[in-house]
């Protein structure tokens, strides 16, 4: 079992940054790939970015990419998102997942665990 924590969230404007953490409690944090995905009202969840147990491979959604950075220290059992030049349509709750794997996917039906979110909200 593994329980996920997000913080980190807040209220920025467009093009600022934000740093997202996800705290994992259990004993079996290296052997999961780890995913951030987002939620906006009235649409659906999406995937934003992922990491693979070991950290050597990462994949992001187009809408973030080159804007977005995912990293895992594992000793620390925390995942980050680094989310730099923010804009209004990155407004969304983010969601923390894990997957008992060790690679990551896109679909939110991939993973095994999920946090409570964290609120980002960016005011243009």
């Known amino acids: 079992q593994v329980q996920l924590v997000e913080s980190g969230g807040g209220l920025v404007q467009a093009g600022g940054s934000l740093r997202l953490f996800c705290a994992a409690s259990g004993r079996t944090f290296t052997t999961y790939a780890m995913a951030w995905f987002r939620q906006a009202p009235g649409k659906e969840r999406e995937f934003v970015a992922g990491?693979?147990?070991?950290?050597?491979?990462?994949d992001y959604s187009d809408s973030v990419k080159g804007r977005f950075t995912i990293s895992r220290d594992n000793a620390k059992k925390t995942a980050y998102l680094q989310m730099n030049s923010l804009k209004p349509e990155d407004t969304a709750i983010y969601y923390c997942a894990a997957a008992a794997t060790q690679s990551p996917a896109t679909y939110s039906g991939f993973y095994d665990f999920w946090g409570q979110g964290t609120q980002v909200t960016v005011s243009s």
């Open positions: 990491i693979s147990w070991t950290g050597a491979r990462t």
